[in-house]
């Protein structure tokens, strides 16, 4: 069994003052089991390493925006890293909303 796992992680995106509304960047990030880290960083010291990001990303009203369209495609990732079923609406059966932490 593996010691370790991939989750998602998101964080808001520096951005210039002339850039208005909110950026957000998206990553999918192996980290050691039982761990929580704070910060997209391979300096972290649960961080093993970071796969994937996606960054300066458009936080809309939407989920055509691009920060959703990033979050469920690195959803997807994770669940595939992980082995897992990617997680999938009930009422709709299109992929659920991801959430920033895995439990």
Do not use: F
């Not at 069994?1 to 964080?11: C, H, L, P, W």
């Not at 897992?84 to 439990?103: F, N, R, W």
Request: net charge neutral.
């Amino acid at each position: 069994m593996s010691e370790t796992k991939y989750i998602v992680m998101t964080a808001s995106a520096k951005m210039p003052s002339s850039c208005m509304g909110r950026y957000a960047r998206v990553a999918v990030v192996e980290v050691r089991k039982g761990s929580d880290p704070r910060i997209i960083s391979e300096r972290c010291k649960d961080v093993i390493r970071i796969v994937q990001t996606w960054e300066h990303l458009n936080v809309g009203k939407t989920e055509k925006s691009a920060y959703h369209r990033a979050l469920k495609e690195a959803e997807m990732l994770r669940a595939a890293l992980n082995d897992d079923p990617p997680p999938v609406c009930p009422g709709c059966g299109e992929l659920a909303h991801a959430t920033e932490k895995e439990d």
